[in-house]
């Protein structure tokens, strides 16, 4: 292939044949096509955009990149669900084991947290004991004893993605759109799931901070699922606040298991029912979604859900007395409360800001080498549209030490804007992407 | 420096300040920016365009990479001459010993042929004994004593710029008119000539196909020379067709030396004219274009020129006796005679096609690595708007044997037009760029 010639197509706005497409990325994953050569191609693609042939080439060459997980030895409809990445989405803590309550299989891979957005694994890693590593053979077999798993990708799966993501991220080039649908795509394909829901982030702390963008990810995600034969249904859901009131690790998992109870209610327990209603619906395991709504709700109140997180707890080596005893899930030593200095109604939150903040405490990584603290996070105790008075509480930061806790205080503080006028807060659903009949 | 979020502003189209421009391309040149960052910031560029502030920090960045030739030991003006590529185009050959005569100085730095286009140097290399390797010494000492060096540019100046055109050779990015201005301007202010004549090609056989372009990057280094004090001026002229009869390398030094003996008129020898009158009128030698033409009309006529043609090569180790017995310089063994199919008027030549058939033969580089073979190339007996009855001669490939001969046939017919009408050549000069007062 004339790399310079394919390049310069691209460059010039012109369609690039899936052939080459495929041979561009495969050479690049085996480390044949240079990094300078790919970074060139991937600037001219930001710039130009990719036709939805382009994105559905670029997906498929990077899902023959590696591996498949072969899930053909589990009977009944497996699921995935992925969210593009939020703060304080602790979704997947609750949704897996209650739709596995359900009758579902999830076999869901997670990947790590960078930047502002927490990642599925860290969570878990505040689990003592608990064991993020399996083998596909574990893998198959906890879903079929249990109906659940939630591991870390292997690194056998779509090899030419991580190599790209890491090219991508020093060259400017992370927020394509074809280029984030392809990643995501070739990941939850080789992932193996024949159902797949996607939760699709849009607001001040999402990738996507406008809902047409979102809209137009989603609308592609879908697409590339149903091109595949999956059956693909994508959700586009609010991040102009944080998802649940805390936002670190041990204590994302402490609200999940507090979900899971039915302690809670807002907008993390309204997305969880969402999502499982969805998937319900999907893998015709309920009539509409009322019918589904009425199934998670039923599951979460009998305590079900409950239990069948418990077991995933324990069988991937985890401490499942958590569940009863919160208290053995690591804290932070100091803790900060943060008031309001005068009364007001809460306009707008960075969320990104406040996921950075949490990040600077140790609950994330701003570095791909930085090491997480289960420990340490932010609780925000006031949600877009709530009136505080001067003195009240409005968040509470769970630090290692008090300079790092006053640095997140400020942070936040930053974060938060205040009206004197009442202020109507985002929907949690902006849109839904319904799935199309499978190709 | 936040690389990243430098290429995101070019990206997004975002004028870079000129000291992240400087870091930048000398942060490349010591090899401490990747590869892969410099060609997403190239396409970027390419795609997004630079301002004329950008473009004047990166040539400042790129003559900061290096060292600059010291002019100050030559009295009087010293004058530089550039083409920005074509094919045919033996210019400095007579240009340069005919503007010495006329009491000039002219230091050349040239370069090696790359492409479709042929390079100075490898002409220059087709005498026998010629060197083309000069210190700054040598150079120095030679155009005190004879008015005139050409030779390559040392490694020492503008090393950026060598490993930014490496890279935009390969990611597709050459095209880009402010890099394409940078790149020439920063050797040129480096050579450190006071007076810079352009000679832009526009035209099927240059780098820029449309007189607009040749002219926005004519008027580019006319202000990026002005702006560094040189005296600057740029003429456009017409490469919709090789300029000399002769394609290659020794047989270019045949025809150079034919006009220097005033034997050959037509497009190369007025070209060669209409530069030398120029560089007399920008160095205060004649009072306007017509006295200069005069001087250098006088100059070939005497054998002045000649003579001083014959020193130069003396001077630089090559054989004096080619100036009088052409039969000295190589010549290849095979040649074939290409003739008219049918009668027609010549309608347009694909003249990059007609440099890539001489390259074929081994005038060229299609690589960086090729070898050039001296006493091959092409010679074409037909103009623009020539007429020809079927049987007439038009061309003549000389060849090192004739499987190579007859491809480069094919290439040459099928690079040439013919029309039942008449055609109307165009002409050779399409602009010119005069200076402005220096800065």
Redesign the interface.
């Known amino acids: 292939m004339d790399?310079?010639?394919a390049?310069?197509a691209k460059?010039d706005g012109r369609e690039i044949p899936a052939a080459q497409l495929r041979e561009l990325v495969l050479s690049f994953a085996r480390e044949e096509l240079?990094?300078?050569?790919?970074?060139?191609f991937?600037?001219?693609g930001?710039?130009?955009g990719f036709t939805a042939a382009e994105t559905a080439a670029l997906t498929d060459a990077m899902l023959a990149s590696g591996e498949r997980l072969d899930l053909s030895e589990l009977a009944g409809p497996t699921v995935d669900k992925h969210s593009t990445g939020g703060v304080g989405d602790g979704t997947t803590l609750v949704v897996a084991p209650l739709a596995a309550e359900l009758g579902l299989q999830i076999v869901k891979l997670s990947g790590r947290g960078l930047g502002h957005t927490g990642g599925t694994l860290d969570k878990l890693d505040a689990i003592p004991g608990m064991r993020t590593e399996l083998s596909s053979r574990e893998l198959i077999d906890q879903v079929q004893r249990i109906g659940l798993a939630v591991c870390a990708q292997s690194t056998e799966l779509v090899p030419a993605d991580r190599a790209m993501y890491a090219?991508r991220?020093?060259?400017?080039?992370v927020g394509a759109p074809a280029l984030i649908a392809s990643s995501i795509m070739s990941k939850k394909l080789a992932g193996g799931a024949d159902t797949i829901l996607l939760d699709v982030k849009v607001g001040s702390g999402a990738f996507m901070h406008d809902t047409h963008d979102a809209f137009e990810l989603a609308q592609t995600c879908v697409e590339l699922g149903t091109a595949a034969g999956r059956r693909t249904a994508a959700l586009i859901s609010d991040m102009n606040q944080p998802l649940g009131t805390q936002i670190g690790n041990a204590i994302e998992v402490r609200e999940a298991i507090e979900v899971l109870r039915g302690e809670r209610t807002g907008r993390f327990t309204e997305l969880c029912l969402t999502l499982t209603a969805h998937l319900l619906v999907l893998t015709a395991r309920a009539q509409d979604l009322k019918d589904a709504r009425r199934q998670a709700e039923q599951a979460l109140r009998s305590g079900a859900a409950l239990d069948r997180f418990r077991r995933f707890v324990e069988t991937q080596g985890g401490d499942p007395a958590i569940v009863e005893d919160l208290s053995r899930l690591p804290i932070a030593s100091v803790t900060c409360e943060l008031s309001a200095s005068q009364e007001g109604c809460l306009e707008s939150v960075d969320t990104e800001s406040v996921g950075r903040a949490a990040a600077s405490l140790g609950a994330g990584r701003m570095r791909k080498d930085d090491q997480i603290d289960p420990a340490v996070g932010i609780e925000l105790c006031v949600s877009l549209g709530d009136q505080v008075a001067g003195g009240d509480p409005i968040a509470r930061v769970l630090a290692r030490d008090k300079q790092t806790a006053e640095r997140a205080e400020r942070q936040l503080r930053d974060a938060l804007t205040w009206s004197t006028e009442t202020v109507v807060p985002p929907p949690l659903i902006h849109d839904t992407i319904e799935p199309r009949a499978p190709a």
Chains 1, 2 share one sequence.
């Open positions: 790399v310079v010639a390049l310069a460059r240079p990094d300078y050569q790919m970074s060139a991937l600037m001219a930001y710039l130009r090219l991220d020093v060259t400017a080039t």
